[in-house]
T-cell receptor, first 112, second 114 residues
Framework: GQQVMQIPQYQHVQEGEDFTTYCNSSTTLSNIQWYKQRPGGHPVFLIQLVKSGEVKKQKRLTFQFGEAKKNSSLHITATQTTDVGTYFCAFDRGSTLGRLYFGRGTQLTVWP | GAGVSQTPSNKVTEKGKYVELRCDPISGHTALYWYRQSLGQGPEFLIYFQGTGAADDSGLPNDRFFAVRPEGSVSTLKIQRTERGDSAVYLC????????????FGPGTRLTVT
């Protein structure tokens, strides 16, 4: 079935370095959502992208949706220790009433 | 305001026992979802309610799993004859409507079947 692949699975960075995680699908997605889950916590919604080529920014976070709506990325500039956690992309199929399909996530560790 | 709450936060049960997990969504949210998350994995969909009815239960792994939302607010996930493979964190989420809206997750119930 339709699914998304997230890479990398793990990323370790020094505080101040940039970080990017990628979400790739073999089929066109109607939308993509990004969630962050802190260690021991629950997923927290970050953003939703729906338009081809869409770019959205939240402070140090930049989200992109590919032109073909088959891939997405999350880029964090100058990471901080508060960015630690697992970042998930997720999508719904539009017609399935909101059921989200999650990627496996990218676990980010930031060394001070 | 209050977010999604789930009880209990932890549940340890013996294989073969019955368990109930409760979810109290954000007031006014018509859509409610149950997911299951195993270590190192993303949340896996179980069931979706729109109001009182189960709009999509295709994620329930087998007939030992059942969920209700009788008054369109609180939901209970019920697992019969628990198995060790049911051990996971069970997450509940709600959204103001269904498709296309952000989902607000609760803290989860960690179920351990011994």
């Amino acid at each position: 079935g339709q699914q998304v692949m997230q890479i990398p699975q793990y990323q370790h960075v020094q505080e101040g370095e940039d970080f990017t995680t990628y979400c790739n699908s073999s089929t066109t997605l109607s939308n993509i959502q990004w969630y962050k889950q802190r260690p021991g916590g629950h997923p927290v919604f970050l953003i939703q992208l729906v338009k081809s080529g869409e770019v959205k920014k939240q402070k140090r976070l930049t989200f992109q949706f590919g032109e073909a709506k088959k891939n997405s990325s999350l880029h964090i500039t100058a990471t901080q220790t508060t960015d630690v956690g697992t970042y998930f992309c997720a999508f719904d199929r539009g017609s399935t009433l909101g059921r989200l399909y999650f990627g496996r996530g990218t676990q980010l560790t930031v060394w001070p | 305001g209050a977010g999604v709450s789930q009880t209990p936060s932890n549940k340890v049960t013996e294989k073969g026992k019955y368990v109930e997990l409760r979810c109290d969504p954000i007031s006014g949210h018509t859509a409610l979802y149950w997911y299951r998350q195993s270590l190192g994995q993303g949340p896996e969909f179980l069931i979706y309610f729109q109001g009182t009815g189960a709009a999509d239960d295709s994620g329930l792994p087998n007939d030992r799993f059942f969920a209700v939302r009788p008054e369109g607010s609180v939901s209970t996930l019920k697992i019969q004859r628990t198995e060790r493979g049911d051990s996971a964190v069970y997450l509940c989420a709600s959204s103001i409507q269904g498709q296309g809206y952000e989902q607000y997750f609760g803290p989860g119930t960690r179920l351990t079947v011994t």
